[in-house]
Structure formats: structure tokens, C-alpha cells
């Protein structure tokens, strides 16, 4: 009986120490986001039409070899994009000395969309195919981000 009343305390250690360790390693594998705000344009040349500017924010992730850009701003605005590959996207990773970007194609529609930041002038630069007033259409962006302040 005494071996019982020793174990279980150990046992409950254990666990908690085990659980300590593993949400240290998720913390490890989350990637921390990059946010940067900038001024932009869009146009739908298609429909030669320009939309209205629009302040957005531009949030970055970088997993392993992988890049996520989210666009959060007004609607027409606002686009995901990462250089993964599942069954549903073709992803590439665009990323140069240069520039940072990611292109993914919607393997059954075929709509594209792309981001790109130049590292220099922190300008952005994309399009998206999207559905605009019942029309299958690609929007240009485009404009002048800021870094964060340190």
C-alpha cells in the first residue's frame, strides 16, 4: 500500500511537468507576426475603374519555408496569400534578396492572387481575381507601406 501513496504523487508531477514542456515547444513553433500599415490603390483595369484609396495592414508570417501574407482593410481591399501547396492551392514562395511575395493559384477555378513588398522602398505591389459587381475580374494594388517603430 505505501508504494500506491508514493506513485500517485509522482505520477501527478510528472504530468504537470510533461504539459510544461509541451506547451513550451508549441510556443516554439508558433510564428510571430509581422504587421506593417500602409496607403493603397487599387484599379480594375478590365473595367477601367479605379477604387477608392485605402489605409490597410499587411500581416506576415514566415513557417519554415513557407510565407503568409493576410491584407485586412476594406473589403475590395482585403486578400490572403501564402506560398503553400494543399489540394486546393498552388502556392509559390516569391521571396529574393529583393523582395518579399507569395503567388497562389486556385487549382480549380484557376483565379490567382500575389503580394510583393520591395525591401528597400517597402512598397507593395499585387492582384487578386475576384467576383466585382457580378464580374470575374483581377484588382491591381499597389503603394507605401511603413515599418513598425522599434
Known amino acids: 500500500m505505501r508504494t500506491l501513496s508514493v506513485t500517485l504523487p509522482f505520477l501527478k508531477v510528472m504530468r504537470v511537468l510533461a504539459l510544461l514542456w509541451l506547451s513550451q515547444a508549441a510556443l516554439?513553433?508558433?510564428?510571430q507576426t509581422f504587421k506593417m500599415d500602409c496607403d493603397a490603390e487599387a484599379s480594375i483595369p478590365l473595367l477601367?475603374?479605379?477604387?477608392?484609396?485605402?489605409?490597410?495592414?499587411?500581416e506576415l508570417q514566415n513557417i519554415g519555408r513557407h510565407v503568409y501574407f493576410n491584407v485586412i482593410g476594406p473589403v475590395d481591399y482585403q486578400m490572403r496569400v501564402s506560398s503553400l501547396i494543399t489540394e486546393q492551392?498552388?502556392?509559390?514562395?516569391?521571396?529574393t534578396a529583393a523582395r518579399l511575395g507569395a503567388h497562389k493559384t486556385n487549382k480549380s477555378s484557376g483565379r490567382e492572387n500575389q503580394?510583393?513588398?520591395?525591401?528597400?522602398?517597402?512598397?507593395?505591389?499585387?492582384?487578386?481575381d475576384t467576383d466585382y459587381q457580378g464580374k470575374s475580374v483581377r484588382i491591381l494594388y499597389e503603394g507605401k507601406c511603413k515599418l513598425p517603430k522599434q
Open 89 to 95: 492551392y498552388l502556392g509559390a514562395n516569391m521571396t
Open 48 to 58: 477601367e475603374k479605379k477604387l477608392t484609396p485605402a489605409k490597410i495592414t499587411i
Open 28 to 31: 516554439l513553433a508558433q510564428a
Open 115 to 128: 503580394i510583393t513588398i520591395d525591401r528597400e522602398s517597402v512598397t507593395y505591389a499585387g492582384y487578386n
